[in-house]
């Protein structure tokens, strides 16, 4: 960290209102929170930390933020211009490199590599959460992510399932907040694009290089919003007791918000040349 700070431009009103509504409605943040951000280096995450270090500013409660980015060592992750950004952000910054490609490659079994690569990924962020006092580990799922996963959970699972708002893990020393749960994915782009960020565009080492379930779901639910300007805020609706949990575990450890397990995503991508 440097005494140097780089502050990217305010993030719109319109998004720290869904952000601060989310945070309020769920109770995510308490006085005296210290909260780590996991910090892919895509466009959701970095837009997330300038959105809490704004509303930490203004918040009727003192809370910390630092943030963590887990490092895949895949071949596309390219970390050049954020780690030097985040050395101005005046936060702690945690970077981890983990060879999670690599590990697939001996410890897979019979999962898709999303879900070893959640997992990994959960435990790595728990890790330094424990390590260093945090208490609050942020995800920066949107409102698109949950209703993707619901529609994912419905079509392929049969169940009623999105990822949880706000809730304490299995261990109960850590609570994982998602603040950005009311925002939708073209409000962090916009913003990203406009604020300049060091966005690493292909932070996810599998399911942004081929077509997945995911995939399909966003581009079925863009079709219905063409016909329905109000399906997102329909869906918030109905979501809003899982989002909760009201409807039992929607979010448990070893579940995986982005889990894809259809065969063509059961691969293991390639590793970062050295
Ligand atoms: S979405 Fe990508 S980065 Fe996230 S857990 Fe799955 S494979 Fe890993």
């Given at each position: 960290m440097t005494g140097r700070t780089d502050r990217p431009s305010a993030p719109p009103r319109s998004l720290l209102s869904a952000t601060g509504r989310a945070i309020r409605d769920f109770d995510m943040i308490r006085e005296g929170d210290r909260i780590l951000l996991g910090l892919s280096g895509g466009k959701d995450s970095l837009s997330l930390l300038q959105i809490l270090l704004d509303l930490r500013r203004r918040a009727p409660v003192r809370f910390e933020i630092a943030a963590c980015t887990v490092d895949p060592q895949s071949e596309d992750f390219n970390p050049s211009r954020l780690i030097p950004w985040m050395s101005r952000q005046g936060i702690a910054y945690h970077y981890e490199r983990q060879p999670i490609v690599a590990s697939a490659q001996t410890s897979m079994s019979g999962d898709s590599f999303c879900a070893f690569c959640s997992r990994m990924r959960r435990g790595i962020l728990y890790r330094v959460a424990r390590e260093n006092g945090y208490n609050v580990l942020a995800l920066a799922q949107h409102l698109d992510d949950l209703a993707e996963t619901l529609m994912m959970s419905m079509f392929f699972g049969g169940k009623l399932r999105t990822m949880q708002a706000h809730y304490t893990n299995d261990a109960g020393d850590v609570r994982i907040i998602?603040?950005?749960?009311?925002?939708?994915e073209r409000q962090t782009r916009d913003y990203s694009i406009r604020a300049g960020?060091?966005?690493?565009?292909?932070?996810?080492?599998?399911?942004?290089?081929m077509p997945t379930q995911r995939e399909a779901m966003k581009q079925m639910l863009a079709e219905q919003e063409k016909q329905n300007p109000r399906l997102f805020a329909s869906l918030l609706t109905a979501m809003k007791p899982l989002m909760s949990g009201q409807h039992g575990p929607t979010d448990g450890e070893s579940q995986n918000p982005r889990l894809d397990t259809t065969p063509q995503n059961m691969w293991i991508p390639r590793l970062r040349a050295e």
């Amino acid at each position: 960290m440097t005494g140097r700070t780089d502050r990217p431009s305010a993030p719109p009103r319109s998004l720290l209102s869904a952000t601060g509504r989310a945070i309020r409605d769920f109770d995510m943040i308490r006085e005296g929170d210290r909260i780590l951000l996991g910090l892919s280096g895509g466009k959701d995450s970095l837009s997330l930390l300038q959105i809490l270090l704004d509303l930490r500013r203004r918040a009727p409660v003192r809370f910390e933020i630092a943030a963590c980015t887990v490092d895949p060592q895949s071949e596309d992750f390219n970390p050049s211009r954020l780690i030097p950004w985040m050395s101005r952000q005046g936060i702690a910054y945690h970077y981890e490199r983990q060879p999670i490609v690599a590990s697939a490659q001996t410890s897979m079994s019979g999962d898709s590599f999303c879900a070893f690569c959640s997992r990994m990924r959960r435990g790595i962020l728990y890790r330094v959460a424990r390590e260093n006092g945090y208490n609050v580990l942020a995800l920066a799922q949107h409102l698109d992510d949950l209703a993707e996963t619901l529609m994912m959970s419905m079509f392929f699972g049969g169940k009623l399932r999105t990822m949880q708002a706000h809730y304490t893990n299995d261990a109960g020393d850590v609570r994982i907040i998602r603040p950005l749960c009311y925002a939708r994915e073209r409000q962090t782009r916009d913003y990203s694009i406009r604020a300049g960020l060091p966005v690493i565009h292909d932070n996810c080492p599998a399911c942004f290089a081929m077509p997945t379930q995911r995939e399909a779901m966003k581009q079925m639910l863009a079709e219905q919003e063409k016909q329905n300007p109000r399906l997102f805020a329909s869906l918030l609706t109905a979501m809003k007791p899982l989002m909760s949990g009201q409807h039992g575990p929607t979010d448990g450890e070893s579940q995986n918000p982005r889990l894809d397990t259809t065969p063509q995503n059961m691969w293991i991508p390639r590793l970062r040349a050295e």
